[in-house]
Every structure is written in C-alpha cells, then in structure tokens.
C-alpha cells in the first residue's frame, strides 16, 4: 500500500467528487480524480490506488461494470472499492458486492461514515497486502528451499562418490570448491604406499569364509582411520592389499613423510590386531612398501561407477617393494628415503631384482621417528 494510501474519487458530478475530496484532504491521503467510468478504468491502471470510491450512476461506463473489469484485470493488484450511490435498495447493494465490491456508501454521504468506511477498507487493503506479500515470500522461500535442497542432495551424491576413494574432508573440499577438474586425467609427482598382509592366501585356504571376512573388516577399519587421519587417497583395495596416494588430488606438504608417518601408525596399529588373531591361531603379518615420482592420474570407469586411478612406474614400484618387505618392515625407495632420512631412522637394506624394473632397485628400510622428529 502506498504511503500516504492513494485514493482515487470517481464521479461525473464535480460537485460531488469537491466535496469527497475535501473531506478526505484532512486526513492526508494522496488523492486522484475521474470523471467517468472509462476514464476511472485508465487512472487505475497507471495510478494504481488503493481505494476507489465509485460512483455507479455515470455516463459511458456505470460504477458496476467499472468495479467488475478492475476486480477481473490480473494485472492490477489487489484495489478496495467502495461504492458510492444514491441507489440504497438491497437488491442495488447485492448487485454491487457480487461485482466485487468491498463496501457500499449511499448518497449523500455521511462524513463520519465515509471516514469510518475508509479506514474499515484502507486496514482490509493492508491486511491483504500483507498477506500477499508473506505469501510471495513464502513461494521464495519454498522456491529457494527446494534449489538447495537439490543442490544438497547432489552435493551429498557428489561426495558420497568421492568418499569411495577420497577421504571424507578432502571429498568436501573438491565438491564445495567446484573443484572436480582436478579429478580429471593429469601428471603429477606422488607418493605412493601400498600394503598387504603376510600370510594371507594361506589363512584364507584353511579358514572359514565369514572367518575371513572378520579379519579383513578389522583390518580394513584400523587402515581406513589412519587414511582419513593423514588424509591420503585410497586407489585401490585389493582383498588384504591397499594402495593409497599423497599429494593428489589435493597437494599437501612433505608427502613422502605423510606417508612414512602413516606406514608407522599402520604397522603398530595391525601388529596389535595380530596378537589378536594370534590367539586364534592364525599367523598373519604385514608389510609396506613406499614410492615417490611422476605418474598420471584420474577418474576412470563409467557412469555411476567411477575410480579413480594411478598409472606409472611409481604405483608398481610401491607394489613390488611391498612384495618384498618382511613382516614389520616399510620397504622405501631412494626418492622418499632422500626426503624422511632427516627426521626418520632408516637404514639400507640391499639393491632389489623387481619384476618390470630393468636394473635393480635400492630399498631402504624405515625403523621409527627419530626422536627429536615428532609426529
């Protein structure tokens, strides 16, 4: 509603419309004049009051056709009418409501019950912009809330895909910082660890299916908290094997020492869970093997079922120095050993013949953290 409320004061009588217009004047309303019922259709439209006071006896156009055409035009908003008449019979009154009248005021017109009309329909006026207006913002409302509700929902979908290989903080950052390019084929420098356990085709052939399964899922859930815990990238799961990735997709610093710093927390982690499984009586170990150098990287599968992928000589380094590393040993190749030696104890073992490599390969084994390294 405007502010002071607009009120337009249709009749084809000057005199008449004067004397409206000088009574409401007190009151401070903004105020617009028609001669007739055609001329009231065209103030309407460009002035768009809030309250007419129509005459309905007029040339032309009558006050009822007048009321009818504005209360039918979807394009004005919502006008309160008042008409004003000389015609005072019931059957007069019920025609003009049905046309969309809001009140009725005969002629000649009391000044207490015009001004009282008046505000009755101006708070009617009110109310029904209020009510317009909360319901436009609820459609808003409704409207936003369904846009991020599906925004959410796929956003949830997006991450629970990435969380397959991604642990859960770094599958959010890709997907709330529109960053899954960077899932896309590209080469870069990465550590790779890979692990598995020592013995295990052999408990597998002589135990129990469901027995098996117990101690991969206890295995799998002490390895998967340390991936989240260091925020490596899981590739892979090969039964009782595992290869994770550092610095891809999401760069961090000093990833071959992230590595070491999680084969450590690892080892120690499953070599409680063998004395478990000990007492059980089977003999399980574990080994990890560690790498670092250029490989390319990416999503590959199809819709639906995407992985993503490491391909390149470091992978299946990391995977042949696992092969050979005894229980409790962390095999590491010269790159990683040359970025840990400073704050790791390690210590050489031999140059390695590794299927798929040309020339031996020299493998270093890491103890422990020096003291002084932290963690």
Not at 10 to 21: F, G, Q
Not at 39 to 56: F, G, M, N
Not at 232 to 245: A, I, P, Q
Not at 347 to 369: D, Q
Request: charged content about 25%; overall charge negative.
């Amino acid at each position: 509603m405007h502010d002071p409320p607009r009120i337009l004061i249709v009749d084809d009588n000057e005199t008449n419309r004067d004397i409206l217009a000088t009574r409401l004047a007190t009151q401070g309303y903004d105020l617009c004049q028609a001669a007739d019922g055609e001329e009231a259709l065209a103030v309407a439209k460009t002035r768009v009051p809030d309250l007419i006071l129509l005459d309905v006896m007029m040339p032309k156009l009558n006050g009822i056709e007048v009321c009818r055409r504005l209360k039918n035009d979807g394009a004005l908003p919502f006008i309160s009418i008042i008409l004003v008449t000389a015609k005072a019979d019931t059957k007069d009154i019920v025609v003009g409501l049905d046309a969309g009248a809001d009140e009725y005021l005969t002629k000649p017109v009391d000044q207490a019950a015009l001004m009282a009309r008046v505000r009755s329909v101006l708070r009617l006026k009110a109310l029904q912009d209020r009510v317009l207006a909360q319901a436009a913002d609820l459609a808003s409302w409704n409207s936003t809330l369904q846009q991020r509700v599906a925004e959410q929902v796929a956003e949830i979908e997006r991450i629970g895909r990435l969380k397959r290989f991604l642990p859960p903080q770094i599958a959010q950052l890709v997907v709330s910082s529109g960053r899954e390019r960077m899932l896309e084929s590209h080469r870069r420098d990465v550590t790779v660890l890979f692990c598995d356990l020592r013995g295990f085709t052999a408990f597998s052939e002589i135990s129990e299916p469901e027995e098996v399964m117990l101690v991969l899922r206890e295995y799998h859930t002490v390895l998967g908290a340390l991936v989240d815990k260091f925020e490596g990238t899981v590739e892979r799961f090969t039964g009782d094997g595992l290869l994770v990735l550092f610095n891809d997709p999401i760069p961090c610093p000093d990833p071959s020492m992230r590595a070491v710093q999680m084969a450590l927390e690892m080892r120690d982690a499953v070599a409680k869970l063998a004395v478990k499984w000990s007492r059980s009586g089977h003999d399980i170990g574990f080994g990890i093997g560690i790498a670092h150098g250029y490989a390319t990287l990416g999503t590959v599968g199809y819709e639906g079922q995407f992985q993503y992928s490491v391909t390149g000589k470091v992978a299946n380094l990391a995977s042949r120095l696992c092969d050979e590393a005894k229980n409790g040993q962390i095999l590491i190749d010269i790159n990683v050993c040359s970025a840990v030696e400073a704050r790791a104890d390690v210590e050489f073992t031999e140059e390695l013949v590794l299927k798929g490599f040309s020339r031996p390969v020299k493998a270093f084994n890491v103890r422990h953290l020096k003291s002084d390294a932290g963690e």
